[in-house]
């Protein structure tokens, strides 16, 4: 530590009259968090600021989620469960992943670690400065009350959305609520925490998480029915119920009144379950009557996520000629077919013809199909699955004719009859249900996975799939290192234990 300290110190004094301290490697929590300038701590200093960081968060920040919290995402959720195999059999990364054979060296897990960190200190650009520009601001227009407090609050869900991302893959997590201030010879000791911070207990983190969404709850914005790229009170509610559907914070009743105040708000099920990812000739459906939160995209200003998992059907040829990630498992659609539940399997899935068949024959192969277009939206967060979070919920607290209910209305929306008497016999006949459900309703919309953690379901299917012995056995499937309680959860990248020595690796790497 003595040696780090000195290092830090000779640095600090070489950049007194810098404009930028830039001391640390691009793996580093804070690269980029701290601008220093000779007479003040901050760059941002009037309404204008706090404008345009609000602004840059929905048109960069949120939409840099392509990679790391998209394509990333759902080899995390789809892949280490039983919805889709990994996909390229030439990209080692999601290979191992699936597999259950990640080490600290895997170059995804260190990007996404990284990735989450960078924009939780993006969030916090607007969280610490906001209130004292509010104050101190002298410029001719200065912020409203309204803004000041709607603005910290989507910067606020921002920061929680991505520290609940960390909790789930890494469990503890550095926490760091403060931009730094500038390193001198004389507070170096008292800052260092801050620029090579430890990391907060799984707890802790959820801890600042549902403090994050509990003010965000009463000043995010209201719905907009024509932008649900907002990060509006709905969001913040629904995460708040994902939140405490968790083991840490487990609290099913909370659960229920966070799912209820979205249902609230004036969202409903389309008709059609297609129609959630639908288009036409000109354009791709987006900020429908059922979606709370989405990334939006228009033919002109696409995402170039679509290519990862089939074509763009507004240029098929464009970018097909390499194998795609997160493809389709036959578990999954033999789930579909057990169900005669064609309407979510063709929104779900598609059959196309390509050049490879590492999976299926290519004459007829199966691709993820919930991103059909470069103008389609990724929807996050939507009511179907805030009624099967509600119908969970409900299980949990033993009301089980209540939960049927919620699940019926999806059933129903798919074109299916409603649950049979034997699946409401039970607490655990009825959670059965309720996942089943929830694979089918929310395939490749990443939380299978997760799904199945929190009722300690996980390690039973992922062991199933590559054990030759089980019903559930496909030879499909990477053959898997047995999950366990620690591999559960994401290594530390090598590189940050490298940088920081106050972070320990998780047990199990």
Not at 148 to 162: D, G, I, P, Y
Not at 286 to 298: M, V
Not at 299 to 313: D, E, I, K, P
Request: hydrophobic share 40%; net charge negative; charged share 25%.
């Amino acid at each position: 530590m003595k040696k780090i300290i000195n290092i830090i110190a000779i640095a600090a004094l070489s950049i007194l009259t810098a404009c930028d301290l830039d001391l640390f490697p691009e793996t580093s929590y804070n690269e980029g968090n701290v601008k220093v300038d000779e007479k003040t701590e901050s760059q941002y200093s009037t309404r204008a600021d706090m404008l345009g960081l609000r602004n840059t968060m929905y048109d960069s920040w949120v939409k840099d989620l392509q990679e790391k919290g998209i394509s990333d995402w759902l080899v995390y959720s789809e892949c280490r469960a039983d919805n889709a195999y990994s996909g390229s059999l030439t990209t080692g990364e999601v290979v191992s992943i699936e597999a259950n054979q990640q080490d600290a060296e895997n170059k995804n897990v260190v990007r996404d670690w990284d990735w989450y960190l960078q924009e939780v200190s993006n969030a916090n650009q607007i969280i610490c400065n906001i209130d004292s520009i509010a104050v101190n601001d002298t410029s001719a227009v200065k912020m409203t009350e309204a803004e000041h407090h709607q603005w910290k609050a989507e910067a606020l869900c921002w920061r929680a959305f991505n520290l609940f991302r960390m909790a789930r893959l890494w469990g503890a997590a550095p926490v760091v609520t403060v931009i730094p201030p500038s390193i001198t010879a004389e507070n170096i000791e008292k800052v260092y925490p801050d620029y090579f911070p430890a990391r907060t207990s799984e707890s802790g983190v959820y801890d600042q998480i549902i403090e994050d969404l509990d003010y965000a709850c009463q000043y995010a914005p209201d719905v907009d029915k024509s932008n649900k790229m907002l990060f509006s009170k709905a969001f913040a509610h629904g995460l708040l119920a994902e939140v405490y559907a968790e083991k840490d914070h487990q609290d099913w009743n909370k659960v229920i009144d966070n799912c209820k105040a979205v249902e609230a708000m004036g969202f409903s099920l389309l008709p059609r379950y297609g129609d959630l990812w639908g288009y036409n000739d000109t354009d791709a459906n987006r900020n429908t009557a059922e979606s709370i939160f989405e990334i939006t995209w228009t033919r002109s200003n696409g995402n170039w996520l679509y290519m990862m998992f089939h074509r763009n059907a507004y240029n098929p040829s464009d970018s097909f000629t390499w194998a795609k990630w997160i493809t389709p498992s036959r578990s999954l659609t033999e789930a579909y077919e057990a169900e005669g539940d064609t309407a979510r399997m063709n929104a779900s899935i598609v059959f196309d013809q390509c050049e490879w068949s590492s999976y299926y024959p290519s004459n007829n192969y199966a691709f993820m199909h919930k991103l059909p277009t470069n103008a389609s939206s990724w929807i996050i967060m939507r009511l179907g699955e805030i009624y099967l979070l509600h119908a969970e919920a409900l299980v949990m607290t033993n009301d089980l004719s209540g939960a049927a209910k919620y699940v019926d209305k999806i059933r129903e929306r798919a074109g299916l009859g409603d649950l049979k008497s034997a699946q409401l016999a039970s607490q655990s006949t009825m959670l059965e249900a309720v996942m089943h459900e929830r694979r089918l309703e929310l395939a490749f919309e990443g939380f299978r996975f997760f799904d199945l953690v929190r009722h300690d379901m996980a390690k039973s299917v992922h062991d199933a799939m590559s054990d030759p012995s089980s019903s559930d056995y496909d030879s499909y499937w990477q053959t898997r290192s047995p999950l366990t309680d620690d591999t559960i959860l994401m290594p530390v990248p090598q590189t940050v234990l490298d940088d920081n020595p106050n972070i320990e690796q998780n047990p199990g790497y």
